[in-house]
């Protein structure tokens, strides 16, 4: 039986909390997302499966919400938050992402969903959070990658920071959501309370800089962005370097751990004839001190670079790799969406697995289950929801006859009941 | 120096943690936080990389200040281990008897070479909850190698598509220790929820370039479904415009604009001034998408001479999505991470007080409580004694062979 199964999960469908729901799917929870009349906003993001817009073809919801059911229900309509409590009644966590000012109104604030279901672990997953001076704020990925410190290390000196062409905002706030559903989860356990949790998008992108949000607080001078690497005092440090068919990470790194490899690549390079003989001599476990304290000029480092950047211009992908394994280096191949399909190493671990969405007449591949858990495997069995898909069957559970559920329909409470 | 935390959220559950870097110190530090005890095993035959990683405290090199080691390792009792010494592989095994959960990220192999691994754990303790975690994972032909979140980003297809479309990509440092970290939380914690429901432990076996790609599903079904392959592409998303970053006063200040709906626009117009609702190439979404230069070049001629927080504060007061372009100074001084308190003080054995991140988590019960970090083998005679009920002698016969080192 997979980890989670005995749970019960409540997702009030959007953008926000499609993440955190599917971590909790994958670990074997039964989550019920429940989508506002005309389905999920989760459904309107690109990209769409032939470039057509529409709320059945977004692979953003086919991403998240594998092996989710799907119940369309109005919760702004009061018998629509009935179906709700009704719902909540039976369900360990209630995942959702609605904005500061809806939630009294929703009877989705905590002190009420704490009051009427002790025992509900209930997150909360916004740009900001659910209070303070830019709770209100309306916000996505740009604005909370901004919010973050974190947009701006990203991308080139002389330009403007660049996000990545993916969104990572709420993927971010929504693992973090569903780690504080994890430990309540486990304090629950012996005090039989759940509680409220949040987590934001603003804070959980502020961790994935790897402490330079911190630069301020800590007397430690300012980050820059530079393409490809990243500065640090007065060095540009690079590490990815385009190679005859993409590019690899490759770089010069200093300190006892990394500085062994660095001084391997460094004679690899020069005994290919791409460096001189004072290149060979450098010790990359030490050099940093010299370098920073300007006994060593910048320009020696560069030149050492430099000949990095030929070494790599000189060799592919698979020989940068092939070097790496080799002589214990530390180099990688920027891969591509397109490599990682046949990807070896994901292959022989068997990570892709099917799904065989609505709309396709063919089964795709999809990425797998994110840890091997070896007494409980995760299996990824279906595919996403059409909107409404499980209306009937959820409703016949809540105890709702089909007269109930016919007429909820007709009042337009609920949307796809048979 | 005081090792008392208020946390009661995870109070009783033991961790073992003989990680480094960043991936598994990260994920365990959420557990101290609220309230786990952790035993972190450091060595100083084996120093931490991270250890060499800015930013330093008050820009000073060195191992005791980088923030890389400070702000993960916060809340865990430090003990100093030399797992090449086979009396430090003893004391190991006792505190794998004492723990729950043992994490371990060495290079797959190493742990086999001290009969360390898996298998001999849980044999010795059957409802051990052991997480390796790696780059490439525990099996297949890439498992021995050594490997960094940046290559981890390359390998997992995430550098690729971070940057200009007409540049080489941009660097994420160390992007996939940061978005593995939580799913080895969460893995921990649900593991250890099904070993108190069924007595059953078990090995986990966590690739961080498998924990990633679902940060980046989408894209990857875009190849699957559309047979598309993703490249970087600026700022530019499908369904937003404008969608991007505007010059605004002074050196490096940028504002954040990302617009999805009509009324939205409608709102940015008003607060600019601006009459591009009646332009043509402006007036719906599918227009602006097709004349996104121009776009850009209107927002960024009205952005251009002014102050990055005014034209935040204007826009959000009118319900337009904006933010200004925080950089690495600004953090500690933006009023909505101060509210959650997101950096919070510690006190330091190395530094004394000094601020550090908080756990992204805020629960309402039972909340977080972050209070110290030690330093290198600090909580020995802690670990050893209190926790591992050690004698005099035996610590003494211990520390001789050199184990502690």
């Known amino acids: ?418 | 120096m005081s090792r008392e935390t208020s946390a009661t959220a995870l109070a009783g559950v033991k961790v073992l943690d003989t990680s480094w870097a960043l991936v598994g110190p990260a994920a365990m530090r959420v557990l101290a936080d609220f309230g786990a005890t952790v035993v972190k095993v450091e060595s100083s035959t084996r120093i931490d990389p991270v250890r060499a990683g800015p930013p330093f405290w008050k820009g000073e090199p060195g191992p005791e200040r980088s923030s890389n080691v400070i702000n993960y390792n916060v809340n865990k009792r430090m003990i100093q281990l030399d797992l090449s010494n086979e009396q430090a592989r003893e004391v190991l095994l006792q505190l794998v008897d004492w723990c729950d959960i043992a994490i371990e990220s060495f290079v797959p192999g190493v742990m086999e070479r001290w009969d360390l691994h898996d298998e001999a754990l849980r044999k010795r303790k059957p409802d051990l909850i052991m997480i390796s975690t790696c780059l490439n994972g525990q099996t297949g032909p890439d498992r021995t190698g050594a490997g960094y979140g940046t290559g981890g980003a390359a390998r997992a297809a995430m550098i690729e598509v971070l940057g200009w479309a007409d540049r080489d990509p941009s660097l994420a440092r160390a992007y996939t220790d940061y978005t593995a970290s939580r799913m080895v939380t969460i893995a921990a914690l649900a593991a250890l929820d099904h070993r108190r429901r069924t007595g059953e432990g078990q090995y986990i076996d966590l690739s961080q370039v498998e924990a990633s790609i679902p940060f980046i599903a989408p894209a990857v079904l875009d190849y699957t479904v559309n047979g598309r392959v993703r490249r970087r592409n600026g700022n530019r998303e499908p369904g937003a415009a404008p969608n991007g970053v505007y010059p605004c006063q002074g050196e490096d200040r940028w504002i954040a604009i990302e617009l999805r709906t009509q009324e939205e626009w409608a709102a940015l117009c008003g607060v600019a001034g601006q009459d591009w609702e009646s332009d043509a190439r402006f007036r719906t979404l599918a227009d602006r998408e097709q004349h996104l230069d121009a776009l850009d070049a209107a927002i960024s001629a009205w952005t251009a001479d002014q102050v990055d927080h005014d034209v935040e504060s204007a826009l959000q007061r009118a319900g337009v999505p904006a933010h200004a372009v925080l950089d690495s100074l600004d953090g500690g001084n933006d009023a909505q991470l101060q509210h959650v308190r997101h950096f919070v003080e510690i006190e330091s054995s190395d530094l004394g007080t000094i601020p550090v991140e908080r756990t992204r988590q805020r629960l309402s019960r039972t909340p977080s409580d972050p209070r110290w970090v030690g330093t290198y083998g600090e909580d020995n005679d802690y670990v050893l004694r209190e926790l591992l009920g050690l004698d005099d002698a035996a610590i003494a016969e211990i520390a001789a062979s050199g184990a502690l080192e």
């Open chain 1, 1 to 418: 039986m997979p980890l989670l199964s005995p749970y019960r999960v409540v997702e009030l469908s959007s953008e926000r909390t499609a993440f955190c729901g599917q971590v909790l799917r994958d670990l074997g929870a039964a989550v019920i997302t429940v989508e506002p009349p005309g389905g999920s906003d989760a459904r309107r993001f690109a990209p769409y499966l032939d470039d057509e817009p529409d709320v059945e073809r977004s692979l953003f919801w086919w991403s998240y919400n594998r092996d989710k059911r799907s119940l369309g229900l109005d919760i702004s309509q009061p018998d629509g938050r009935a179906v709700l409590e009704r719902l909540l009644d039976r369900a360990d966590f209630l995942i959702e992402g609605v904005d500061p000012d809806r939630r009294a109104a929703l009877g989705l604030d905590a002190p009420t969903l704490a009051d009427r279901f002790p025992k509900l672990i209930a997150a909360s997953i916004t740009p900001f959070g659910t209070d303070g001076p830019k709770a209100g704020y309306r916000g996505g990925e740009m604005v909370t990658l901004a919010a973050s410190t974190l947009l701006s290390t990203w991308g080139d000196a002389d330009r403007p920071p660049v996000r990545m062409a993916v969104p990572q905002a709420y993927e971010h706030a929504g693992a973090e959501a569903a780690v504080g559903c994890m430990v309540a989860l486990t304090e629950r356990a012996a005090s039989g309370l759940g509680q409220h949790v949040e987590a934001t998008a603003q804070t959980a992108l502020t961790f994935a800089t790897q402490c330079t949000s911190m630069s301020g607080l800590w007397e430690a001078g300012n980050f820059f962005r530079f393409g490809g690497g990243f500065k640090f005092g007065p060095l540009a440090v690079r590490a990815v370097s385009p190679c005859k068919d993409g590019y690899v990470c490759a770089g010069l790194f200093f300190g006892t751990a990394i500085g062994p490899p660095t001084n391997r690549f460094m004679k690899l390079i020069c005994d290919s004839g791409f460096g001189d003989d004072s290149m060979r001599e450098k010790d990359f476990i030490t050099y940093i001190g010299p370098l920073l304290s300007g006994e060593e000029p910048i320009s020696e480092f560069d030149r050492c670079q430099d000949a990095v950047t030929a070494f790599c211009a000189a060799h592919t992908r698979a020989e940068m790799e092939a070097f790496s394994v080799e002589h214990d280096l530390l180099i990688d191949a920027v891969r591509t969406t397109e490599d990682l399909i046949t990807e070896p190493q994901l292959v022989a671990r068997e990570y892709w697995q099917t799904s065989e969405p609505v709309g396709l007449a063919r089964a795709i591949q999809v990425p797998g289950p994110f840890a091997k858990f070896s007494s409980t495997p995760l299996t990824i069995e279906g595919r996403a929801p059409t909107i409404g898909e499980h209306s009937t069957a959820v409703l016949t559970e809540l105890g709702f006859d089909e007269a109930e559920q016919h007429d909820l329909a007709t009042r337009g409470v609920v949307e796809g009941v048979a």
